[in-house]
Structure formats: C-alpha cells, structure tokens
C-alpha cells in the first residue's frame, strides 16, 4: 500500500504515549491544548475537567454527524467511545467457534503471553539498576495480572481485531462508514505466530526480542492485507481511504532503551503514516516535508468537504502538499513525554533539540538519565543520535531552546484562550467510569507495562 499510495516518509508522534497521542490523532490538536498530558494511571482530575471544558471532538464526533456510522475495535473506552455506534472488541462467535477459541486458542496465547512477560523481566532487571524491592516488585505486577492475560491475549493479537473487523465491514457494507482498529501486537512482548519471526536457533534473550518484533510487524501488516481482501471481496476497496500510523514508535535497545517507548529519539518519534485509495490518489508519492499526527484530522475534512474553521485544529491539512501546491507545511515539528520522564523536544530537518524542564530528565523507568538534561543532535550526519553537540554547538542550542519556549507559550496560550471563552461550558456527557470497568482498564494497563 506504501509502494501505491501516499507514504509520508517524515512523520512524528505529538508524545510517545498512547492517551495523548491517540487523542492528538483523533482531535487534530497537541495534547497540551487538548487537555490529557498524561497517560494510563497519571492522568488527572484536571487533564479531564480541561478536556471537558474544551469540548473536544474526536473523529468519531466529526463523521456521524456527517452521515458515517462509526465502528472502532479498541478497548481504551473513557472519552475515546465517544461518537462511536460501535466500540469495542468481542466479536459475535457461534458455539463451535467459542468452544475450539477458549478451549484451544486463548489458553496457548496466555501461557505464551505469561512466558514472554518474565523473559523480558529477565532482560530488564540486567539493564536496569534495580534491586531485589524492584524485582520482586516487578514479579509480583507480572503474577497479579495472570488472571487477566486471558483477555490480553485476545487484544493484543491481529488475527482476533482482524476477525472482528471483517465482521462489522460485510455488516455494514451497504452504508458510508469509518471503522479504527487499534493493532497491540508491536507493543512488549511482541506476541506473534512463529512463522513470522527470524528463523534462528542461537539467539540472545536480546536478539529474541528484536526477531519477535520484527514478526509482530510482519503479523500486522499480514492483517492489513486480509483487511485489503476483504474490502475487495465486498467492492468497497475503491471507495475506501486507508490511513495507517502508529501512536508512537518504539526503543529496541538505542539509547540503553530496552523494549519500551520512552525517550525523544528517532526510534520512538518517528512513525508511518500512509493514505492508501485506489480511486482517490491515482498517482503514488514519497513526501518527505515534516508531518505530525495532528495533520491527519484536517486532511480528512479537506478530502470530505467538512468545514474545518470551527474545529480549531492545530494541524495543518496536507492537501496542498497531495496536490504539489506546497513542498512543506511547517519548519519544524515538536513532541513532548511526561510518563517516565519529563521531556520536550523541537526538530527541524537537519537538527533535533531536546530538553527537560527540571534541569535533570531522570528516567523512573531505568533509574537513570539518558545521555543528559539538554542534547542535540545532526540529523543529516548522526541519525542514529550517537553524538551529543549541545556543548559544541551552544549558540544553536540555545536558538531553539528559545524557539521551543516560544512554541510551547503559543499553545499554553492558546488552551488558556479557550478555557476562559467556555468558562463554565462543560459537555453533558461528562467523562465517568464506574468502579468496575476503572479496575478492567488499570489491570489492562498494569499488564501493558504503564502502571508503577
């Protein structure tokens, strides 16, 4: 679909993790003007009332009211279900199919998901400066989801979100429809089949993770083709927009990062993004201009003539660029990270500024600072970001730390602007979670990794 279609070669996170950059994706705006800054078990009492008060609209909102019923294959929920008919991740199986699934199936997945989760426990009590507090602490978070691995087992493989997902398409055929399906299988441990993966006997625990991950992507990409099959089956597949894209990348060890998403790097920022429509883009394209998730929402409403202007969207719609009236949208782009570390980062084509605000960037997770508080980086001669140039180039630094300052004021700004004109106006329907479904959703995200 890349080789067909529309392939933006530089596209970045707006943070490197989930709650803010999916929103960022589905708004159209930075999380610092949207409201949720933090992720999973940090997000705050403020981040929801600013959130509220705000009045986001997430994709969902924009195209039913535009006569597109919406369908999502997710378990997030909280304000992600919001403008979705269907939301969700159980699909309707007869008898015989539950029967071989629970019976078969799921059991194999969970024992192989427990046993991936204490290999990589193995690997990050070596990297890390741990004690035997933390380990055990570890171990216990890795046995006290045991139960749940049933249900995580379901959403972090392709082929169950891939089945689901073909049944609300032949469902919903005969009528517009936008349908999001959120793929886990990239994020730890990397489930996949085995046929996906290296073939190779004489592996490091290390090098065992790099051929799982590698198989993961391969096992998604394997389902996005299935998903292609099966709009062709239907003769939807010329009528239809792929948009494919990540919410964050991931660390496979660079920067003494092991297996996880933190870190202002390359390997954690940059992420796909490709248009793929048979019949919409007759001519495909390598675009290399900077572009951020916050593009893609503005870009749709270009593309389905819905008015932008009330929406107030923070991206910038990449029609011009589709239409080879602009080469760039933007000098640079700029991310931030908060959950394991506090950092901000602005890059342009040539160089990336990063810095933490405290002065010290501590990273909880690895018990460490990565590289230093403040670093700087030749893109075009270093793109691996192996050399440090902040105390050989301190005049530049200093440049973009003030643009960075600058930019960040812009969006405060902004938030704040929108806070005081709809003092007061909160959305009736306000963002609740009964006790059940907080303690489903924190167990998720325990198993996940993102819960101290």
């Known amino acids: 679909m890349a080789e067909e279609g529309i392939l933006f070669e530089n596209c970045y996170s707006c943070w490197n993790t989930t709650d803010q950059s999916l929103t960022s994706i589905l708004s159209g705006r930075f999380p610092r003007t949207h409201g949720i800054v933090h992720h999973g078990d940090k997000i705050t009492v403020d981040d929801l009332k600013i959130y509220e008060r705000l009045g986001i609209n997430l994709l969902g909102d924009l195209l039913r009211k535009h006569g597109y019923e919406t369908m999502a294959v997710d378990w997030m ?196 993004l490709i248009f793929y429509g048979p019949e919409i883009f007759r001519e495909n ?63 342009n084509h040539k160089y990336k500024y990063i810095v933490a605000p405290d002065g010290k960037g501590y990273c909880n997770y690895c018990q460490k600072v990565h590289v230093g508080a403040e670093e700087l980086y030749d893109l075009t001669l270093d793109p691996e970001e192996t050399k440090n140039l902040v105390d050989l180039k301190k005049e530049l630094a200093l440049d973009m730390k003030k643009q960075l300052e600058s930019f960040v004021s812009a969006l405060d700004k902004k938030r704040d602007d929108g806070l005081k004109r709809k003092k007061g106006e909160i959305r009736p329907a306000k963002i609740r979670l009964d006790p059940e479904e907080e303690k489903k959703i924190r167990k998720r995200l325990r198993s996940l990794g993102y819960m101290d």
């Open 77 to 272: 929920g909280r304000w992600y279900k919001r403008g979705f008919d269907f939301y969700g991740y159980k699909p309707d199986h007869n008898f015989i199919q539950k029967f071989f699934y629970h019976l078969f199936k799921l059991p194999y997945l969970h024992v192989k998901y427990m046993i991936d989760n204490i290999a990589l426990l193995k690997i990050y009590s070596k990297k890390r400066k741990t004690s035997v507090r933390t380990n055990l602490k570890s171990l216990k978070g890795v046995l006290k989801t045991f139960r749940f691995t049933f249900e995580l087992a379901r959403i972090q493989d392709a082929g169950y979100v891939t089945s689901l997902a073909e049944q609300l398409i032949r469902e919903r055929k005969d009528a517009p429809f936008f349908l999001f399906l959120h793929y886990w299988d990239t994020h730890s441990p990397y489930n996949c089949p085995k046929k996906f993966m290296d073939n190779n006997k004489k592996q490091t625990p290390v090098d065992l993770y790099l051929s799982k991950y590698k198989g993961a992507v391969r096992y998604v990409d394997h389902h996005l083709g299935r998903i292609k099959e099966v709009l062709k089956d239907e003769h939807l597949l010329n009528n239809t927009l792929f948009i494919i894209t990540s919410d964050h990348g991931e660390s496979l060890t660079e920067h003494d990062i092991h297996f996880d998403h933190h870190g202002l790097y390359e390997a954690t920022t940059h992420v796909p």
């Open 285 to 347: 394209k390598q675009i290399k201009s900077l572009i951020q998730h916050i593009d893609i929402v503005p870009t749709i409403c270009d593309l389905l003539n819905i008015e932008k202007k009330p929406y107030d969207y923070d991206g910038f719609s990449l029609y011009p660029i589709l239409k080879d009236e602009k080469k760039e949208l933007r000098d640079f782009i700029f991310n931030e990270e908060s959950y394991v570390q506090r950092k901000i980062a602005i890059r």
